[in-house]
């Protein structure tokens, strides 16, 4: 089974493209929607896996909050409309002009990972005459059994603070005028499809609860990041993840203090599946052993099969002659610009257009020029009803 797409009223549009489905876009946030309210657990959008602004005016339209990773993404989640008091900024390297325009637009939180940064941002506020909000970001060393590269909560990684080392950090903290401590922030990797990772880290968030609150710390919040996975293989039959499931999780886990808000912060599990790449073919080339069908999309518009041996189903909307094998390349100088290997599909020719499904998330947001290429366009599927 393939998607449906409103191919014939695309014309002539440049391709490649990114194309958004607008209904499933809005049923997704709907079932975020239904499951944060159901516990008052709050969730805010990971911007970095797409800040299409239009996107991101609609997901800010839902009450969402935003979690920011640069002073650009502060700047973007702002002018779509996400109220400042639920921005969170987070990442190892906030440069000080980030964290001026972050403190000027008075956002909620800073997640701060090491004590260096600490003393910056209090500087910085002092300067202001502000007080800035932080949560400590811990790395908890949990294994989220997914790909290396977008693995983060091992000790191994850059990110966070040792659970050894966030005592003494908390304590620093309390020491400086300008810096109020105001929860715990964890995650742990993306595209995480195994839910004892979820547990895990429900389990490790309690247990160092309750030894810093033995210290004397308590936590008005707790933000348990991102990182809910995506059927890429079935993009047309399980389109919306099973937020139910996940959150049921951290209900259930979670030692919840009295008043205490619990955050989250997902990203690709919320616009993963509305977002498609569409290119067309350039040429079918009969090699010796294989035989190739060339985009017009290479990895400068969708990078994460080249980056993360990442898996998209790849759909020929413009055929529906018997399935032959083929490697789905791009036109980039480079070998590593393959979409797939061996895939089947419907028999090719120059001119078909092709889906690269589930790319909503880290696909368009992560184009590049190389090779002086355009950045591709986007539509919407509410633009062709
Ligand atoms: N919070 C923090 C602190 C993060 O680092 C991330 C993602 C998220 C939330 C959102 O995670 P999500 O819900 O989207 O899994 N480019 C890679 C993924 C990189 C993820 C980076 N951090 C990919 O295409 O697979």
Redesign the pocket.
């Known amino acids: 089974m393939k998607g449906t797409f409103p191919i014939e009223k695309w014309g002539n549009i440049t391709t490649p493209f990114y194309f958004y489905d607008t209904t499933l876009l809005k049923n997704t946030l709907e079932a975020i929607k239904k499951e944060t309210d159901k516990y008052n657990f709050t969730q805010h959008y ?1 911007i ?2 797409n800040a299409n602004p239009r996107i991101l005016k609609l997901i800010a339209s839902y009450g969402f909050g935003a ?1 920011c ?1 640069s002073g650009g993404e502060v700047r973007a989640a702002i002018e779509a409309g996400f109220s400042a008091d639920k921005v969170v900024f ?1 990442g190892v390297g906030k440069a000080d002009w980030e964290i001026n325009l972050a403190l000027d637009a008075d956002i909620f939180c800073f ?1 701060v990972e090491s004590l260096a940064e600490l003393y910056i941002i209090n500087e910085l506020a002092i300067a202001k005459n502000k007080i800035a909000r932080v949560e400590f970001r811990v790395n908890p060393n949990v294994d989220a059994h997914t790909h290396a590269k ?1 693995t ?1 909560g091992l000790s191994e990684n850059k990110f966070g603070i040792n659970l050894s080392q966030i005592s003494s950090v908390i304590k620093e903290a309390k020491t400086l005028s300008n810096i109020e401590v105001v929860g715990l922030h964890f ?1 742990i990797g ?2 995480i499809t195994d839910m004892s990772a979820f547990k895990d880290l429900c389990i490790k968030a309690n247990e160092l609860q309750d030894s810093l609150e033995k210290e004397g710390f308590t936590f008005p919040n707790m933000n348990f ?4 996975g995506i059927d890429y293989h079935h993009p047309n039959h399980i389109n919306i993840p099973d937020f139910e499931n996940y959150f049921a999780v951290f209900n259930k886990l979670v030692e919840r203090r009295g008043g205490q808000n619990i955050h989250f ?5 919320v616009v993963g599946q509305c977002g498609n790449l569409i290119s067309r073919v350039l040429y079918v080339k009969e090699g010796e052993v294989k035989r190739f069908a060339i985009l017009d999309a290479g990895f400068t518009e969708l990078i ?1 099969p080249a980056m ?1 041996d ?1 898996y998209h189903r790849i759909e020929n909307l413009s055929s529906n002659l018997a399935e032959k094998e083929y490697d789905v390349v791009g036109p980039i100088c480079e070998s590593s610009d393959v979409f797939g290997k061996e895939v089947m599909l419907n028999e090719v020719k120059r001119g078909d257009i092709i889906a690269l499904r589930s790319a909503g ?2 696909g368009e947001v ?1 184009s590049s020029q190389y090779n002086l290429r355009n950045l591709p366009n986007s539509y919407f599927s509410e633009d062709f009803e």
């Open positions: 990971a970095k896996a979690d990773v987070a997640n977008i983060t995650h993306s595209q990041g991102g990182g809910l912060e997902l990203g690709r599990a994460r993360y990442a998330a880290y992560m």
